[in-house]
């Protein structure tokens, strides 16, 4: 109970909540090194399921969800869902994909490698799709969002790409519901997997 | 009736929109965070409700100071449990709240225990999360671990610790700069990411260090990078040392090898990384591009819609520079010579469309390609690289393509298509029968004028395009819905139309806007008409009689217009030849801004003395830049007004001519704006204006006295003359008394000699008697002290003889201004950041107007041509054409031609130049 104590001065605390997350890409300039300015899922009518913003070119909420929605509008129409699609897009290049009633976006500058950001949407779309298993929609995917947040969290660390393998994304997230003192390399991560959806299936919501 | 493909499980099939946040309120939820107080914790619960909360935050919704620190304080609670998955939520909120200095330190202690933990999910995750959230003080206490996880030899954990010093590195690069040894040792590591990540810490750390990131990519490109991502770090540092060694060294182009082996990586996102490069180093030869353009190439015809794009991208980016050549020069091969003297020393720009050509049978397929963005950027690459023989071909492709896209990608087009007719003349039929086609399609305002403004430009450069040309706008104002585009082409049409072998055919056309027009565009058609009746004898009775119909108009500036044309061009039945002097009344160029004029009628007293439009300033006072829009590099077709702050020229003007001592220095050639001579916000408030005459230089200090408690009397401006040795001081007129607050002026005088552009630099003393003042009765001291204050010294520069008058054809004026007294030379201007400086610079050492938006410069572009326009003191008008070319080692060349109606002002041009 370390903890307790502290409560008690929790009146006085001055509380300054610091509002000056540091955003990556204004502070690099140059190309030194592949920046991912945002990681979108929306659903089949353009409405938020997940985002995650890494970069200060939208710096309010209304500024999002004007980008989100002119972005739906301009690729809604296109198919994307064999092949990831890409467009420039207000001095950005933004690769898509689509899979039944789920979007995918990345977002990144206009001079980045459109390979580089081609790996973190196929990262992020295969490591949904093998936590979400054969259900990949957008009702899955919101009783799961724990799982697509840590997800998200796996991929990039404020701009800088964390990983782009499916597999190792899916297994970290994955990891969370098991015994911590069981070493990872003894599950597989198909193990895992079934672990974790089956924990959190019975968990959430209930 | 359609079943749905894949049948829904059981549960929620009826509810379309099912979710499980249905209805969530923040309230509500702030609420159930109470559970994470609950001495048996249940951390199934808690996950559920932290989940809650991201979903809320990442919705938008915003937690109120109070109710986040609730939320954290709660949240700290959660680190008793040991369930893992909970903890990662822990962890997750607690970046989301990003919470204050003083909170932080409550969940220090917590973290920093993760950090220590045996389980390398906490540990990777603690790292990450005290990272983000820790301030200087706290990174020195952890700093140990820090260097530690950086080698840990768990991937994950040294992964998240080079991360987080990426990001520290920002804040405290002191601190992470001592984990070199650390990062260097992870470079080596066998984990792709870490590698990766490790890289990219590295050479941030080092990056003002050229030789270490130099001998770091040395010793890397040896070996090989694990991961595809290392790999493409590696190139673009590579790349990174090669443009910086450009000045240094000449001969081999080091890590070339490297670059061109990675075009055989597996990874296509190397082998890109790598082609992209090449393409961008300056200076590469043929040989050396030749790999890189093929595997972009092969990328070409890629299933993948990625690949396709990026490839097309890289390559349309790669003739950038030549496009833009051809574009601005193809109407002026004399001019494109010259060019060529000046780019010779960049290869790239004349190897590059060889190159690239081989792709476009490649890139023809990619036009009907089902992503839009691919297929614009292919036409677009096409249109810029192709060749005579193709053009025929791509306009019947492009046709098909036009109505499926966007209006601003219709204007990329067109805007290629028009720099693709000026290069290949002879093709303008059918570039103007695609014109006119997408002409008389649905589109936009905007769009619609890129048209326009396309065979207006066709016309005016390619003399056998005119007849058709006019015809198709005629045809286009027939059914036009925007006034703007109608009273532009009416205009343009009376300036062409009567040029052409059979005006009559015109006049069908204009005169049916009289009858079905708004009243703007009726009075434009009227001027139109005055305009074919004016020059084309022939015609005149029948526009007499279509003029006269107008008379009678329901709008009074049509009416008025009717009158006047008809009154002075003889429409009282006889037909005589309008003299030059009518001519030039009615329709000849207004050459002063209409700002100017505009000051100038509000200024005028009714009196007995007419109004002389002579009197009127021609100098256009530069615009503020808010207002300012770029134009592009495009030249504009139809011009747009200018428009400009309200000019003070005149109020000058009126200001030293009630001063008798200025009077016999002749005619106020130009004042300058004013300048300041104080700082902000101190005692005395100064700044001067620079009238120049003949033989004259008057100095006008404002000053302003910005303390209550003095009275100033006598003020006056001591100038020095020791750095001004073509000048002497006539006059000097001092302010008798200066108030608080109430500006006044004094003057100073000085002699120069005539013809000769004398500059120096003046520095100024202000001297004065100051007088105390009593703050209650607002009374003066009778005695009075003297004293002095320093103000900034003051320069007059060549750029003062000049007067920004713009011309509206520089083409025009510059042939008609003949080569008498032309003169022409080349210099070099040394290193420069980019052409746009070296530019701007020019254009502000000559103080002159530049014509048709050439003082904007695409980025990046290697060469560029400035026109300038100007009047000289003793009224001499200047024109000057600057031609820039800027070389890989950054020094920029330039020829300045200049043309003027006096051979001694040519030459001090060239002098302006040659001292600036």
Not at chain 1, 102 to 116: A, K, P, R
Not at chain 2, 596 to 610: D, I, V
């Amino acid at each position: 109970m370390e903890l307790e104590p502290l409560n008690d001065r929790f009146d006085l605390l001055v509380t300054k909540r610091s509002v000056e997350v540091l955003s990556f890409v204004e502070i690099w300039h140059g190309d030194s090194f592949p920046v991912v300015k945002n990681i979108l899922l929306l659903d089949s009518e353009g409405k938020r399921v997940a985002v995650k913003y890494y970069s200060d070119d939208w710096p309010t909420n209304t500024a999002k969800l004007a980008f989100e929605k002119s972005l739906f509008a301009k690729t809604m129409k296109s198919n994307a869902r064999t092949e990831a699609e890409i467009t420039m897009f207000d001095s950005n290049i933004v690769l898509y994909k689509f899979v039944q009633d789920l979007h995918f976006y990345v977002t990144g500058g206009e001079d980045e490698n459109e390979l580089i950001l081609a790996a973190v949407l196929q990262g992020f779309f295969d490591s949904i799709s093998l936590l979400l298993r054969s259900n990949v929609d957008k009702r899955e995917a919101l009783e799961n969002l724990d799982l697509i947040f840590l997800c998200l969290d796996e991929i990039v660390e404020r701009g800088m790409i964390l990983e782009t393998d499916a597999n190792v994304i899916a297994g970290k997230v994955a990891v969370n519901s098991m015994d911590p003192s069981a070493p990872l390399s003894e599950q597989t991560i198909g193990q895992a997997l079934a672990t974790a959806r089956e924990h959190l299936t019975r968990t959430l919501f209930q | 009736m359609a079943q749905p493909l894949v049948k829904k499980d059981d549960d929620h099939d009826d509810e379309a929109d099912y979710s499980p946040f249905l209805g969530i309120e923040k309230g509500a939820v702030l609420q159930e965070v109470r559970v994470f107080n609950d001495p048996q914790l249940d951390p199934r619960r808690c996950s559920q409700v932290i989940t809650k909360l991201l979903y809320l935050l990442n919705q938008g919704d915003s937690f109120s100071k109070n109710e986040a620190t609730e939320v954290f304080f709660s949240v700290t609670k959660l680190f008793q449990s040991k369930d893992l998955g909970l903890r990662r939520m822990v962890y997750l909120i607690i970046k989301e709240l990003s919470p204050s200095a003083d909170e932080v330190i409550i969940v220090t202690s917590s973290l920093m225990k993760d950090m220590n933990s045996k389980t390398d999910m906490y540990r990777a995750n603690a790292i990450r999360v005290l990272c983000r959230i820790t301030d200087g003080t706290l990174l020195t206490q952890i700093e140990r671990y820090l260097k530690q996880a950086i080698v840990d030899k768990n991937p994950v954990v040294a992964s998240a610790a080079l991360v987080s010093g990426i990001h520290l590195l920002q804040t405290n690069p002191e601190i992470v700069k001592r984990w070199s040894n650390e990062v260097q040792e992870a470079v080596q590591s066998r984990a792709a990411l870490v590698q990766f990540h490790a890289l990219a810490l590295l050479q941030q750390i080092r990056q003002n260090d050229r030789l270490a990131v130099s001998k770091l990519v040395t010793s890397l490109t040896k070996g090989t990078a694990r991961s595809p991502l290392a790999q493409c770090l590696l190139i673009r540092y590579a790349s990174q040392v090669i443009r910086e060694s450009a000045n240094t060294q000449t001969g081999d182009r080091p890590f070339y090898d490297f670059l061109e082996s990675c075009l055989r990586h597996k990874a296509e996102m190397v082998v890109f990384e790598a082609a992209r490069a090449i393409t961008e180093l300056s200076g590469v030869t043929n040989r050396e591009l030749t790999p890189a353009i093929t595997a972009l190439q092969l990328f070409l015809s890629s299933s993948k819609p990625v690949l396709r794009f990026a490839a097309v991208r890289a390559l349309n980016k790669g003739v950038g520079c030549i496009d833009l050549l051809v574009f601005q020069n193809a109407q002026e091969s004399d001019l494109v010579m010259g060019l060529l003297e000046l780019v010779y020393f960049d290869p790239v720009a004349m190897t590059h469309p060889m190159a690239v050509t081989n792709c476009n049978i490649d890139m023809e397929s990619l036009i009907s390609d089902q992503n839009r963005s691919i297929a614009t950027l292919a036409i677009t690459t096409l249109l810029k690289t192709g060749n005579e023989s193709s053009v025929d071909r791509l306009m019947k492709q492009i046709t098909n393509f036009m109505s499926d896209i966007a209006d601003e990608f219709k204007i990329v087009v067109v805007e290629a298509i028009r720099s693709l007719c000026l290069k290949f003349p002879l093709k303008y039929r059918s570039l103007m029968n695609f014109l006119s086609n997408i002409l008389r399609e649905e589109g936009g305002f905007d769009y619609k004028k890129a048209i326009v403004d396309s065979i207006v430009i066709l016309i005016r450069d390619i003399p056998e395009a005119k007849e058709s040309g006019l015809l198709q706008l005629c045809e286009f104002i027939e059914d036009c819905e925007f006034t703007y585009l109608s009273t532009q082409i009416l205009h343009f049409l009376g300036n062409e139309g009567p040029k052409t072998t059979d005006p009559s055919k015109y006049i069908r056309y204009i005169y049916n806007r009289v009858h079905l027009e708004n009243a703007t565009v009726r009075a434009a058609a009227v001027s139109t008409l005055a305009k074919f009746g004016a020059m084309v004898d022939a015609l005149k009775p029948q526009i007499f009689v279509l003029l006269r119909r107008c008379v009678l108009d329901s709008d009074d500036e049509v009416r008025d217009r009717t009158t006047l044309y008809l009154n002075t061009l003889g429409g009282d039945g006889e037909v005589v030849e309008t003299d030059k002097e009518t001519k030039t009344l009615l329709f000849g160029a207004l050459d002063i801004p209409l700002v100017n004029l505009e000051t100038s009628l509000k200024n005028y007293e009714p009196s007995e003395e007419p109004f002389d439009i002579d009197s009127v300033s021609k100098e256009v006072k530069s615009q503020p830049l808010a207002e300012k829009k770029a134009p592009g590099k495009k030249p504009t077709g139809l011009g747009a007004p200018l428009a400009g702050p309200p000019s003070t020229v005149d109020a000058y003007e009126r200001l030293l001519s009630s001063i008798p001592e200025f009077l016999d220095f002749g005619k106020l050639f130009k004042s300058s704006a004013p300048v300041e001579l104080t700082e902000a916000e101190t005692e005395y408030a100064v700044n001067v204006v620079k009238h120049i005459f003949d033989r004259h230089v008057v100095f006008q200090y404002n000053c302003t006295n910005t303390i209550p408690e003095q009275l100033l009397e006598n003020v006056s401006v001591i100038v020095d003359l020791s750095e001004a040795d073509d000048f002497a001081e006539v006059l000097s007129k001092p302010v008798r008394s200066l108030p608080y607050d109430t500006p006044g002026q004094t003057f100073v005088a000085f002699e120069k000699p005539e013809g000769i552009t004398a500059v120096g630099k003046f520095s100024n003393t202000l001297r004065f008697i100051v007088k105390e003042v009593d703050p209650t009765t607002g009374e003066a001291e009778e005695d009075g002290v003297e004293d002095e204050y320093q103000l900034e010294d003051l320069e007059v520069v060549a750029a003062d003889y000049m007067m920004k008058v713009g011309v509206s054809n520089f083409r025009n004026a510059w042939e008609s201004m003949g080569d008498d007294f032309e003169h022409v030379d080349e210099y070099g201007l040394g290193p420069r950041e980019n052409l746009a400086e070296a530019v701007s610079a020019v254009i502000n050492l000559l103080g002159m107007q530049p014509c048709e938006g050439t003082e904007v410069i695409a980025t990046n572009s290697r060469s560029h041509t400035c026109l300038l326009s100007g009047v000289f003191l003793g009224n001499v008008r200047v024109l000057v054409r600057l031609q820039f070319g800027i070389d890989g080692s950054r020094d920029v060349a330039m020829k300045l031609a200049v043309r003027s109606e006096d051979e001694a002002v040519s030459d001090t041009i060239h002098e302006i130049v040659s001292s600036g």
